[in-house]
């Protein structure tokens, strides 16, 4: 299984990027993914799930309305585009996958990716 994340980097505050994950070695379809991300010093802290088909999401409250997570069920790829971004959001993302989505919200992970490192200068 790999769950390659990639599109992490500097940006300032106010900025956007979009992280992106490449999922293989598993039934990706079936499988609910998202994100999750870890601060230095913090504990790891959800931030999106998005459901089998895709029409579905949670996200954390921290981020609603500001992230926006998707999948594309046929290149098996998992999106985040992140807007409004800030000093806050620093962080380590690290994109998941779990065979329920529900479960992801409790951190609840089965399958995790090596993690892509996202800066926010003030």
């Known amino acids: 299984v790999q769950l390659q994340a990639s599109g992490g980097g500097l940006v300032q505050a106010g900025g956007s990027l979009r992280l992106s994950c490449a999922a293989s070695?598993?039934?990706?379809?079936?499988?609910?993914v998202g994100w999750v991300r870890q601060a230095p010093g913090k504990e790891r802290e959800f931030v999106a799930a998005v459901s089998w088909s895709g029409t579905n999401v949670y996200y954390g409250d921290s981020v609603k309305g500001r992230f926006t997570a998707s999948r594309d069920n046929a290149k098996n790829m998992v999106y985040l585009q992140m807007n409004s971004l800030n000093p806050d959001d620093t962080a380590v993302y690290y994109c998941?996958?779990?065979?329920?989505?529900?479960?992801?919200?409790?951190?609840?992970?089965?399958?995790w990716g090596q993690g892509t490192l996202v800066t926010v200068s003030s």
């Open positions: 070695g598993f039934a990706f379809s079936r499988y609910g």
């Open positions: 998941v996958a779990h065979q329920s989505r529900e479960e992801l919200r409790q951190l609840k992970v089965e399958f």
